[in-house]
């Protein structure tokens, strides 16, 4: 099974700052990589998709890069709207989950 | 527009069973591979199973493998998760996942239902 693990597990930022989350692989997974959001109460929506192609509606503050194990996800200027979890997904086989990334006010 | 609405959760005691639906609308049900992904209170997103556009073909998360099924109909444009043997650790949201295929070969999840919770407890 291919393992994903994220890094940080949290962070504290302010509104404006530039934000990077880290996902490694335990094997390669080329670009099967996808970013999600998450806010308390909701399911998940969908940000990256194919390690860099930014989902329809997303702004443009996210991006993200990488392939093969590594992997980050970029918030160029946070905004408030954006303290939230975050998790990356592989989709190279089956499915897998890092653990997520707490994004919080600092 | 694209609509999953999960039912069928609820409060159940260990070793017993329970069905969760998926009602889906707003796209073409039989043409999209589905997904049921939960999440622990508290805790991060499992990947729970998968299942093809054509219900050929099912693949599981080795915590549920054996115990739970996943099924659907397109007739009804319905998903359906079938569990087994409960355990507490299995106590979660449940989300049904619309599977987006693109180029090919890139797939990710681009529409969630809303949950259901399962509580498995005594």
């Known amino acids: 099974d291919i393992q994903m693990t994220q890094s940080p597990s949290s962070l504290s930022a302010s509104v404006g700052d530039r934000v990077n989350i880290t996902c490694r692989a335990s094997q390669s997974i080329s670009s099967y990589l996808n970013w999600y959001q998450q806010k308390p109460g909701k399911a998940p929506k969908v940000l990256i998709y194919g390690a860099s192609s930014l989902e329809s509606g997303v702004p443009s503050r996210f991006s993200g890069s990488g392939s093969g194990t590594d992997f980050t996800l970029t918030i160029s200027s946070l905004q408030p709207e954006d303290f939230a979890t975050y998790y990356c997904?592989?989709?190279?086989?089956?499915?897998?989950f890092g653990q997520g990334t707490k994004v919080e006010f600092k | 527009q694209v609509q999953l609405v999960e039912s069928g959760g609820g409060v159940v005691q260990p070793g017993r069973s329970l069905r969760l639906s998926c009602a889906a609308s707003?796209?073409?049900?039989?043409?999209?591979?589905m997904h049921w992904v939960r999440q622990a209170p508290g805790k991060g997103l499992e990947w729970v199973a998968i299942i093809s556009y054509d219900g050929n073909n099912k693949y599981y998360a080795d915590s549920v493998k054996g115990r739970f099924t996943i099924s659907r109909d397109n007739s009804k444009n319905t998903l359906y998760l079938h569990m087994n043997s409960l355990r507490g650790e299995d106590t979660a949201v449940y989300y049904c996942?619309?599977?987006?295929?693109?180029?090919?070969?890139?797939?990710?999840?681009?529409?969630w239902g809303q949950g259901t919770l399962v509580t498995v407890s005594s």
């Open positions: 707003g796209f073409t049900f039989s043409s999209c591979a």
């Open positions: 997904q592989q989709s190279y086989s089956f499915r897998t």
């Open positions: 996942a619309k599977e987006e295929l693109i180029s090919g070969t890139t797939v990710y999840f681009d529409y």
